[in-house]
């Protein structure tokens, strides 16, 4: 009898071994699958796109995402230097002031 307690002890330990290595796949896989595909759908783009996306790799194989520029070079635009609006004041600003 201690004979047959102790292999179902195993059995049973074993069992819990594989559902706790299961559920841990799960998570590790389905979470970023989920996200994954999350984004194609707000996106519009292929899980494919999405996950280059993700590494920041584009079409030419590259590590510049679009949009970004290194050193843009051209004639200095002045119409988007920071200029203050309203009126000045010293003491802290009313929400009238807004």
Known sequence: MTKENSTYKKQRRRYKNIITIVAIL???????????NYQANRSGLSRGDVIRRILGKTESGSEKVEGQQENAE???????????IGQEFTSPPLIAHV
């Open 26 to 36: 799960i998570v590790i896989i389905g979470i970023p699958v989920l996200f994954i």
């Open 74 to 84: 051209g004639e200095e635009i002045d119409f988007l230097d920071p200029v203050p």
